[in-house]
């Protein structure tokens, strides 16, 4: 971990420095790190209708992360307690294991255009025109040719509905570091009249599919028995086998591996709705399943290996205005779209190898708690210089609750 190593016991100060010398960051975002975010009104007033303030989130970095050969300090930003802890935690076994080995799909998003009232040879008009169909898709999506990327291919389906028989025409644009949705959409719309004339009905629903199965990304891991103990691996593949047999673990087994990956969306200024409807959609492509896998090998080393549709920018849409989002993706380092989601996937397996790993031995509310503690003793009334006597006596007492706080508090103003 290097220069990253005992992060969290620095000051916030001390840490914004260690990002100045580490990862370059400037005096001007300096500033605006530790002006919690400072994005201004009249930017925010841009960015959505009907504006009335601004919400912030904490931002924390989960450094240690070891992939293919490359350190990451990771920015997350989350309200949740003990999720940046643990999966630094997760990221330090694995770096003494040899790290994460990632690789991505290239960046190709895929948009829907439905045409309904369509007769019995619609398909066959589709394939008869489809050289024309696709020279315009090319045209509309030249804007990504500079970037390297650009249209790919179209294809379509019929679907026969309680609305009669619908044509489902479907196009892949390359969309590089963008996340594409409004590339894929300008295409859409553009190419309707023309689907409307050559093939037949009326176009209806024009935009992307979040189901981004062109675009995945995938990490592993081998976590070795001497680093994370046998006993330790038994209990997450106990865990990991309830989660594939029984779809109430699986729910929160994958919102376990979503609590990174959606930390590191909204720290890059990405559309985390996005990437979580694109996630828990392919986890129920075939039933709803784990994102992940964990499986002993043949040395009795833990094995995890996971596998997401991630459409995530490293350009475009929030990205380029909200303050932060720029600064965390010069903290994380990624040089491309694809390389992000490769980060976001390692995030999202060591997330899940880390609940794992505490829900099979000491149980979560342990970490978990103890961060919340000083939450517990704010909420309770208690101020600067107060709230670590009352967590620290919460902790001695393990009572976590804001009643239990409120007593501490009062005993210790002698009330
Ligand atoms: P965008 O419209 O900002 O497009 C990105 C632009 O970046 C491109 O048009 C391109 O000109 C430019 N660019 C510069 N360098 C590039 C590079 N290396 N690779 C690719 N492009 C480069 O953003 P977008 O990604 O098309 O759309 C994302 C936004 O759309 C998000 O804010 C999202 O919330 C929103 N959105 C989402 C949905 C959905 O998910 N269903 C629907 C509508 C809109």
Known sequence: MGAFSGFYKKTIQERIELLKQERGINDGEAKVLLDSGALDLETANRMIENLVGVNHLPLGIAPGFRI???EYAVPMCIEEPSVIAAAAKAAKLAAQSGGFTADADEPVMTGQVQLV????????????NKGEIAARAKELASGMEMYGGGYRECEA??????????LVAVFYVDVRDAM??????TLLEGIAPLLEEKVAGEARLRILTNLAVRRKARAKCTWKKEVVGEDAI???LDGYELAVNDIYRCCTHNKGIMNGVDAVAV?????WRAVEASAHAYAAMDGYTPLNKFYKNEDGDLVGEIELPLAVGTVGGAINTSPTAGIALKLLGAESAMELSMVMAAVGLAQNFAALYALGTEGIQKGHMKLHASNL?????AKEGEIEKVAKKMQEQNEYSVESAKNILKKLRGE
């Open 180 to 185: 594409g949705a409004n590339t894929l959409n």
């Open 117 to 128: 009232n369509v007769p019995e040879d619609v398909l066959e008009k589709f394939n008869a």
């Open 377 to 381: 003793a704010a909420g309770a009334g």
């Open 234 to 236: 038994e209990g997450i």
């Open 157 to 166: 389906h019929t679907l026969e509905t309680s609305r009669g028989r619908m």
């Open 267 to 271: 720290a890059t200024g990405n559309d």
């Open 68 to 70: 293919n050969g490359k």
